[in-house]
């Protein structure tokens, strides 16, 4: 259980994380004593809170990129908005392009209907960090910063030198990261 506190909205967030009797996880949360779940294998948490709760159950096997890293690709992207809708042709919380849902593998029953859900859309961005990984930066190794730049400059163009949007995108990237890592240390 955890108990996170909103700052923006001085509101208190109870958060427990269960087993249910099939073994699938479920994330049950209060807002002003109302009560809320989601069940799923996959949670995706909104970093306004001061606490983050990713699922480990939500990880599969020789998943490239950390489930951290696409919670956060996701805060940047459109701070995680599930209402988010098609505009400038990017749909959804990740803001998916129609060729980038292609190159992440065609998932769903089309861009639009899979963008705009989260857990289809997860799909999309793991399939196409999976396609594209690699070390954009040339500093050695593969991690969140390289896939934030395969994610927003493309699997052939994260090798550029960024443009100026990319610099908004990794400053509420790098705050996410920062916001989860001081939360919850120890998370990968």
Known sequence: ?????NVRTNM????????????????SFRIRNKRFRMSNTRCCSIIKWSCVVLCPLAAK?????????????C?????CDLK????????????ITY??????????????????DLQCATDTVRGYMHKYQKDCDGDGQTDCGDYARIHKLGG???????D???????????????EVNASMPGIP
């Open 1 to 5: 259980m955890f108990v996170c506190w």
């Open 12 to 27: 208190a967030l109870l958060r427990t994380f269960e087993k249910t009797s099939r073994g699938v996880a479920r994330l």
């Open 61 to 73: 096997g020789g998943d490239a990129v950390s489930e951290l890293c696409l919670t956060c690709l």
């Open 75 to 79: 805060e940047a992207s459109s701070q």
């Open 84 to 95: 988010l809708r098609c505009e400038n042709d990017a749909c959804g919380p990740f803001q």
């Open 99 to 116: 060729l980038y849902w292609v190159d992440g593998g065609k998932r769903g029953t089309g861009w639009e209907t899979c963008s705009m």
């Open 156 to 162: 052939v163009g994260c090798i550029n030198e960024p």
């Open 164 to 178: 100026e949007g990319f610099d908004d995108f990794k400053s509420d990237l790098d705050a996410c990261l920062a």
